[in-house]
């Protein structure tokens, strides 16, 4: 069966071809009710409509550009008159421009129109805003502009109701069939037996129906609730905006026209919008337009549409164009009904459906075969073939509603559906333990992985940084409190202070503003902010020192260069270039520094041993370093020349201290007994990620660790040896990173799980078996590539996440366990009976409640079991294990033999054993009682199914709820069914002795379960 699973469809656990998708819906033969077998499944039509919009939108944008290009040289020197008037409601509401105006503009590159408003000045005076300062952000003008440029929101499918799935969960196939036999025998019995006892059968099959699907619908309706609760999760994003001169946090579901937003490298453009200013600003337009080269958005080409990426640069933008209005609001409204691509295990738990659904179909024709041919013959024998009574009608018809209800107990349509209830239900608690999952499979695929390869800062560190000290002037000094930082900044020449602020203050991502409350407040990076705040601590003015200098040109920091260089335009005329960044590679690029007197002087050989050991003394205390340097450029520089990459004089070189994170060593202790590696990928210093890597426990006496460098100039032959050692990886680039994941993936058949937070990661985030961006520190574009965000950026909850996801794994097994036991069982039981009997004992509404027990219910209880610690005790499954195990089909085997047993015993001896007679009543009592021993056989089984391989099933059963809840519902309801339901159910009133008896066969279940795992079996 396993090898049958694999080939199944050959869906990935993510990037699925829309083709695997498609061919493993072919092969799912049996389904009583797609409805609801594929609802949790990509709606592969709806995402063909989106492909189509974004190739429209990629025309479009082509034809806007060139049109727009032609008409500005056409009108270049004209003056330009415009012709637009303002509607009247616009007017009212104290603007000048109207929404559909603006999306005019900006969607359809329309610089001629855009040049008659004024640009991007003129556009934010219409609007009734300041490109400096944003919103005004009193009640009534937010409530005006609401009513007038409408909420940037984008449709959503509405929730659908609970009668929807009641309707749904009604057009299961075999249902329909039973209802119509229903009917048929109301029809006949009533005519035959008269009101009300003819109509007893019939009932009693509609009320079980009735039963089966309002429990389904009720189970599918929660679910879909809490897909509805994670996707608005997933769909939350902030955004940074300036109102009333102060920049804050906002929602980007709250922003409005006018607004202006501070776009950084990483960020998704979250409207449709103008460029106001800003540097080397690079857009990737691919998620709206399918075009994968960047775009450069300046004063010249200005336009920023909604769900774009900043891949480059940073800039101040003003918001035009919100929702629905933006083709992004239309592909999005698109895109989410969509869904999410179906997981391996969903996948794989169809094909197990489908196997089961043609042998219970098989067995199901046999059986009405073997129950007719009686009937049949006798008729036949007696010369009355083509002479039919009600009676002989009715008798036909229960043998097929019979067969019938064998192919709804047979065919497990629960199975791949219960993946979607552990997932519902684990998705849900992860995000409780701030994990918030953005890729179905991902859960399952987490509970697999074999290694973990965790970016250091913010991740394994707290991400709180704070400058402890620095080498300014050759002389190394603390500065671990405002006490040193003041009495270093008297110490210094004041040439030399002057200098380190400017280079500080001008060259960083980072802006100290003072917010509402009237303090300072710094915004930034960890590493941008610590900076800042040493350079406000030896008394620095960051609006001051920005008013002394223009900065004329900007090169962001990336993880390729470990560097970011600034071009600032003294007041007094000339240029100073300065650079920050690692400090072994900014080090390299000087040819001077800054000596004690302040004065500068060569930089020889002996100084630069002397500083580069300097930044391995930090390193090795476990800072990180960052080297800051500046170069007065030569007279006739033109800034439109690149920025030079040597002739730096070294201004100082500070050490940043970042704390690991409590408990990350305890995690990392975890990981390694749960059999899964941890590596350490960074872009720091190698010194400083050996020490960090050896105080969280991930660095091993026989542990490799390497730099990216060095790494990437090793050949095909030498990685093979060398990645299996590899703990830390330091000066890795994003192209390292995703080289070491895709060698472990492929070439070491690991499944791997990779963090990421910049824009850089994310082709190791999607390469990955499962991407983990950082919630807090992450950027929306690792955000998107990403399978699960770690909304606390903590390693600890990483190995949560695996936790969970061990134990959806363990649970959709148990759950398969319990049911194929119910499937093998109800099947033998029939069909053996209607071979040797002529009749079979458990009738068409019994194995509905059967049915029931062992499909929703059974998921309820076992799929739904939360996570202990034990399942971070034993291997991973990895990429090759087994889903349907040897443990498990020992359990099945060994559990349903002994079931058929006792009912094939109380069949053939119950009579005997209970002293019961040859009457029709007595026959309804035995009856009776296999059908209930059944049902308590099942409850037992579902205990023992708590664990596959442990003797101990009770531990912490009474914790779980659920599993308590449907236990404890399943016994009363087979109770009142018994004793109160029998003209309906087929059933009678039993003894205490034969209640007794019927709890005591399904309790010696427990024991016999416990005998078989004793048996030994390996794993193949």
Known sequence: MESYLENFGDVKGKNSSDEALRRWRKLCSVVKNPKRRFRFTANLDKRGEAQAIKHANHEKLRVAVLVSKAALQFIHGLKLRSEYVVPEEVKAAGFQICADELGSIVEGHDSKKLITHGGAAGIADKLATSPTDGLSTDEDSMRRRLDIYGINKFTESEIRSFWVFVWEALQDTTLIILAVCAFVSLVVGIVMEGWPKGAHDGLGIVASILLVVFVTATSDYRQSLQFKDLDKEKRKIQVQVTRKGFRQRISIYDLLPGDVVNLAIGDQVPADGLFISGFSLLINESSLTGESEPVIVNEDNPFLLSGTKVQDGSCKMLVTTVGMRTQWGKLMATLSEGGDDETPLQVKLNGVATIIGQIGLFFAVITFIVLSQGLIGQKYHDGKLLSWSGDDALAMLEHFAIAVTIVVVAVPEGLPLAVTLSLAFAMKKMMNDKALVRNLAACETMGSATTICSDKTGTLTTNHMTVVKTCICGNIREVNNPQNASKLCSELPQNVVKTLLESIFNNTGGEVVINQDGKYQILGTPTETAILEFAMSIGGNFKAKRAETKIAKVEPFNSTKKRMCVLLELAEGGYHAHCKGASEIVLAACDKFIDETGGVAPLDKATADKLNGIIDSFASEALRTLCLAYREMEEGFSIEEQLPLQGYTCIAIVGIKDPVRPGVRESVAICRSAGVMVRMVTGDNINTAKAIARECGILTEDGLAIEGPEFREKSLEELLELVPKIQVMARSSPLDKHTLVKHLRTTFNEVVAVTGDGTNDAPALHEADIGLAMGIAGTEVAKESADVIILDDNFSTIVTVARWGRSVYVNIQKFVQFQLTVNVVALLVNFSSACFTGNAPLTAVQL????????????????????????????????????????????????????????????TQGKTFFGLGDSDSDNIVLNTVIFNSFVFCQVFNEISSREMEKLNVLKGMLNNYVFMCVL?????????????????????????????????????????????????????
């Open 848 to 907: 509905l409640w059967v049915n029931m027990i062992m499909d929703t219910l059974g998921a309820l209880a076992l799929a739904t079991e939360p996570p202990n610690d034990d399942l971070m005790k034993r291997e991973p499954v990895g990429r090759t294990g087994k889903f349907i195990t040897n443990v498990m089909w020992r359990n099945i085997f060994g559990q349903s033999i002994y079931q058929f047993v006792v009912m094939w015993y109380l069949q």
């Open 968 to 1020: 404890t519902s399943t016994a009363v309801f087979q109770f009142i069914m018994v004793q109160f339901l029998g003209e309906f159910a087929n059933t009678t009133p039993l003894t205490s002795h034969q209640w007794l008896t019927s709890v005591l066969l399904g309790l010696i279940g427990m024991p016999i379960a416990v005998a078989v795992k004793l048996i030994p079996v390996g794993s193949s």
